[in-house]
């Protein structure tokens, strides 16, 4: 028996996916009992430069030579980008194929449509490769926690700015020169707003509340801050305070049938598991009512990472058409219908918060931010003052405020930042884990 394979895209994932199924031909084929074997890869130009050369008439310029291929069973989407991926991948399904794919954007932004229809033809849609790499977290979520009611979701879900992040952190260096660094080492994207802006995060935290809660968010339902506006002060301050910033996704229920969706950087204390996830490294952890914290990290991009998770989803789904009711496939999602719980404003979230004012070190400067602070009903745990930058003449007052609603801190922060001494505040998010 073969299960045969076609991919749409033979770029660094696509090669790496044929470089196991044909160096480990005798490896899957022990653990699955019949062959993995690859038909056709389809390509823009067959006379690129590839990591892994492919065997001999694998490419094609020809979509049509997997999608709806009837000799083709399972259809591995590598191209990324919304179009022509969406229409393939539905073209795929339509025809009978199931699909694998490691496209987050396409998911995040169109799942609703791809995994109706997977579901309508009864096929299955795979994304292991999607979300954080390697680290199989959507197989931990929808199969080995599905007794669980999840309770929370915490991520470490982008390897480019958690790199930028800990150099930052470790070596003090600013935002440019960590970009600049990370794009040189090859981790960065030459345009790297996907990453930095938080959007790329922002998609995989779209597809694990999807898993975790059966709510499957739109991009305007997440607060997303990126990691761009951040100094090197902001580092030096939140060691002093205990703490290190890292670019989190966080998926929580707050209250029966309210999610708290939101992906930004955020202070944690530096004891805490998810601070020490340091590099290109991705990390989870999710709390399961019955089955406690689980917590997984790993490599969570590059050629063979990827590629690990998109061959175990082929394994997987070798093994599910082969054995299970054919007239029901596992749900992509893990869950039969999707609900539309609410996705709580960020305004109307609670939490302690870091604020950095450049001020004009003056006389009645603290008790005027204070005051109007105070007004809004923020209250502040802990101030301190210095670092006078001598270009602007401006001191740093830091200040660690008790819970606060976020909708009257920001308020908040407005009217202080028309202070005429107010020279520019930052603001970070404190985590804080029950
Ligand atoms: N660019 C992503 C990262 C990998 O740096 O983690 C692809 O989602």
């Excluded at 020169?177 to 790297?192: C, I, M, T, V």
Aim: charged content about 20%; aromatic content about 4%; glycine content about 8%.
């Amino acid at each position: 028996m073969i299960t045969k394979i076609g991919l749409l895209g033979y770029g660094t994932v696509g090669a790496g996916v044929a470089q196991i199924v044909t160096q480990e031909q005798a490896l899957l084929t022990q653990k699955l009992g019949w062959t993995i074997k690859l038909v056709k890869a389809v390509v823009r130009n067959p006379q690129a430069q590839r990591r892994f050369t492919p065997p001999e008439g694998l490419l094609t310029t020809e979509p049509d030579e997997v999608v709806g291929n009837p000799e083709i069973e399972v259809v591995c989407e590598l191209i990324g980008g919304i179009e022509p991926a969406r229409t393939l991948v539905l073209k795929a399904l339509s025809a009978g194929q199931h699909v694998i794919t490691a496209n987050k954007a396409l998911l995040a932004l169109h799942g609703t449509e791809i995994f109706e229809k997977a579901q309508e033809v009864n096929r299955c849609v795979m994304f292991e490769a999607a979300v954080a790499g390697s680290i199989p977290i959507i197989r931990t979520i929808r199969e080995g926690l599905s007794a669980n009611r999840i309770q929370n979701l915490y991520g470490i879900l982008n390897g480019t700015t958690n790199l930028i992040l800990t150099r930052m952190s470790k070596d003090h260096l600013t935002f440019d020169s960590a970009l600049k660094e990370a794009q040189q080492a090859g981790y960065a994207e030459a345009d790297p707003t996907t990453d930095v802006m938080g959007y790329d995060a922002a998609h995989k935290l779209i597809l694990l509340t999807a898993l975790a809660y059966g709510v499957l968010p739109k991009m305007d339902d997440i607060h997303i801050e990126g990691i761009t506006q951040l100094e090197p002060e902001d580092f030096s301050f939140a060691s002093e305070f205990g703490y290190v910033i890292k670019l989190l996704a966080v998926s929580s229920l707050v209250e029966k049938e309210t999610i708290e969706a939101r992906l930004q950087p955020v202070m944690l204390p530096a004891s805490h598991l998810l601070a020490g996830v340091g590099g290109a490294m991705n990390a989870v952890m999710v709390r399961g009512n019955a089955s406690g914290d689980i917590f997984v990290s790993g490599p969570g991009a590059g050629m063979m990472p990827t590629a690990s998770a998109v061959v175990g989803d082929i394994l997987e789904v070798a093994r599910t058409t082969r054995h299970s009711h054919s007239d029901h496939r596992p749900s992509a999602l893990g869950w039969r219908s999707l609900k539309s719980e609410m996705i709580k404003p960020i305004t109307q979230t609670s939490a302690p918060y870091y604020l950095r004012y450049a001020v004009i070190d003056r006389p009645g400067v603290l008790s005027s931010i204070s005051g109007i602070l105070g007004r809004h009903d923020i209250s502040l745990a802990q101030v301190i003052q210095k670092g006078q930058n001598p270009q602007t003449g401006t001191v740093n007052l830091v200040m660690l405020t008790h819970r606060a609603v976020f909708g009257d801190l920001s308020e908040a922060v407005k009217e202080t930042q028309a202070l005429e001494v107010v020279k520019g505040v930052h603001l970070i998010r404190v985590e804080e884990f029950n």
